[in-house]
Structures are given as C-alpha cells and as structure tokens.
C-alpha cells in the first residue's frame, strides 16, 4: 500500500511540474489526495464559531471504486451545521480563468443539505467561519425536498451576493458526481456535471450584477387605433329570422283561472314550457380580423444607468476553499478539490480520478444495495416467524388452560356424601 502511495503521488507531481512547465501560467493549482487520517486534519480547520459543529470523517463510504484512492471528507452527524476549511497561497483570477472543480457522493440518497464548496478571501479568520463570513463564490449542489434541487453559483459583486438566473440541476443518485465551474476573463462561464457541459453563457446575462442593457422607452405609447385582435365576429354575418333563441315559451294551452282577480293578483301569466324549435343562442361565425396589426411591442432604448464592468468576477486574493453546509441526513464525501487556470487539465483530471471510479462504484452500490435489500427481507422474515411463534404459545396456553377441569378435592366429596 506504501509503495502504491509512494507511486500516485510521484506520478502526480510529474503530471503537476509538466503542467507548470507548459506555456500556461497557473494563477494556482490546488489538488490533493485525501489518503492520511493525520495529513488532512493538519490541512483543513475545524471552526470554532459554535460548540456544536458536526464532525467530518475520512473514509471511502460504503461502496467505491477503490478504497484507499476514493477515500474523501465525509459528514458523519445528522442534522448539524457543518464549518471546515483549508488555506492555500493567495492568487487572482485577473485576466486569468478560474475552474472550481471537485466531487461529491451523497451516499446517504440526501433529503435536504448543501454539498456545495465555498472560496473565500485571504482575510478570513478559519477558527471562526461561519454561514456569513464573507465569501467569493458559493457552488456545488443544493437539495431540499423531491422537487427542489439545483446547483448554486452565487458569486460575489460590490458587496453582494447574486445568484444564477438559471436553474441548474443537479445529480441526486447515490453515485459520485463530478461538479466544475469555469469563470473566463471574458465574462463567460460555464457548469459541467461529469465533465459534461450543462449551463453555460455571460455573466451579464445569467446573474443581475449590473442594470439591464435596455429598458422600455418610457415615451412611447401604444396608438390607440392599434388593432391586435386576430379574429373578430364578422359583421355581415345576420341571424336568421326564423331563428329560435328562446329556450323556454308561455304554454299556448294554458288558461287565465277564472278567479284570477288581477287588482289582487298582479296580471297573471302563464306557465313556461320547453322550446321545440330552440336552437341555442345564436352568434355570429369568426373571421380572421383583416385590421390585424400583430402583437405591439413596447420599443426599448439603451439604459443610461447601464455602465459595462469588465471587473465582475475578479478576484484578488482568494486563499480559502470551505465547506460550510447543513444536512439533516449526513454521508455525503467531499474528494478531489481542484482550482485551476486550465480547462483541459481540470477535465483531464476529473477523467483521471472520477472518470476512473464511476463503473466499478456504480457495480458495488449496486451489489451493496441488493445485499442490503436481501438482508431487510430476511430479517422481516424472521421478525414475523417470531411474532407468529409468540402468537401460538400465546393461544396455546390459553386453550391448554381451558381444556383443564378442576379436580374434585376427595374430602369435598365424603362431606357431601355425609350431608345427604
């Protein structure tokens, strides 16, 4: 096991100095491997904020692909907040490309919890992080209930927090997933769930750092003979004389009583009865309307409050990645946090780590939710044997003891026998 260690970290180092070597300038490149109990606690803080932060474990889970290489940062306690959190050099994404990538099983099949990462400043305090300590960017998945799960990018612009306009949606499977933001100079961006592209667009568009491009023109007015009716009722369109549109008519049978004293009675009128030549209410036939202008649509100006930032997104001393959650269910494992320049290496790694475990992971949840379904059916099963057991020496005994008549007592005899 020793040498296989020895072995992944010296291949990844080279892969590491290859790529620093490249023409590509890395704003940083942080990555590693969660194998040691004691190196990951000396890399990540635990917060001191509040007493009753729940516990990260490490582990592989229940299912994986291999046991040491997919071992990661797991949440061992239900319903607790969760505070932990690891400094590495501060560096800019100025004019640079940042990709935020790393990946999450939520072995627990999660109900209502966050597994999502935070980045924050070089100025905060680790011992005391917490749910408003001031961060750059929040991503990665949240799921509250059946209907509700997503994947938050929240990003940080002038002092507030923006979240995506478009709703990104997530993995919820008991399977490791692999969740990579990419923020380019540019002002683009893009979200890929297993390496696979699932949102992408300008951050103008997709989050409101800024107020809109175009607004209304508050001057313009609809005319008032702007006709947008598509069909109308066509106007040379006449009812029949002979039509009947009456569904009920006084009963031509029917006779004034001949007490009937109108002074007293009001004048009298006669029964109603059905209509035989009803025909329903008559309407005139449609047409397409021959005025028919189309919809209007309010012209739009550009916005004067409208000042293009090529700033939004820059971030000058991100220096702490963070986990900062809530679950109600805990088991999710956090693994193979990544923060990169490189688009390419960020998608070769995820190959190379998540990419490689997925088959033979999904092959062993799926044995071990069988073995686990297996073992609940058995163990129903000798549940009810046994309930069934208790209920027939329940009623066993019961009738044994009324079947059983009392014996006579001998001198209960003799003392009868004397009085008769």
Known sequence: KKYKMLLLIS?????????????????????????????????????????DYGKFQL?????????????????????????????????????????????????????????????????????????????????GPDICGFGNNKVQVILHYQGKYHENNKTIKCRINKDTHLYTLIIRPNATY?????????????????????????????????????????????????????????EYIPDPEAKKPDDWN????????????????????????????????????????????????????????????????WQVKSGSIFDNFLLTNDEEFAEEVGNKTWGIRKDIEKQWRELYEEMEKRKQEEEAKKRKEEEEEREDDIWGLEKEENEEDPEEEPGNSDRQKDEL
């Open 262 to 325: 109108e002074a007293m009675d009001g004048e009298w009128e006669g029964p109603l009865i059905p209509n035989l030549k009803y025909k329903g209410q008559w309407k005139p036939r449609i047409i397409d309307n021959p005025n028919y202008q189309g919809e209007w649509i309010h012209p739009e100006i550009d916005n004067p409050k409208y000042k293009p930032d090529p700033t939004i997104c820059h971030y000058y001393n991100i220096s702490v990645l963070g986990l900062d959650l």
């Open 190 to 246: 893009e979200v890929k769930i297993d390496n696979q592209q699932v949102a992408t667009g300008e951050l103008e568009d997709d989050w409101q750092f800024l107020p809109p491009r175009k607004i209304k023109d508050p001057y313009a007015r609809k005319p008032r003979k702007w006709d947008e009716r598509l069909q109308i009722e066509d106007p040379e369109d006449k009812k029949p004389e002979d039509w009947e549109d009456f």
């Open 11 to 51: 291949l990844l180092g080279k892969i590491i100095l290859l790529f620093c070597f490249s023409q590509i300038s890395l704003i940083c490149c942080f990555f590693f491997l969660l194998y040691s109990t004691d190196e990951w606690k000396k890399r990540w803080v635990e917060s001191k904020h509040r007493p």
């Open 59 to 139: 582990t592989a889970g229940k299912f994986y692909g291999d046991q040491e290489k997919d071992k990661g940062l797991q949440t061992s306690e239900d319903a607790k907040f969760y505070a932990l959190s690891t400094r590495f050099k501060p560096f800019s994404n100025e004019n640079e490309t940042l990709v935020v990538q790393f990946s999450v099983k939520h072995e627990q099949g999660i109900d209502c919890g966050g597994g999502y990462v935070k980045l924050f400043p070089a100025t905060l305090n680790q011992e005391d992080m917490h749910s408003e300590s001031e961060y750059y960017i929040m991503f």
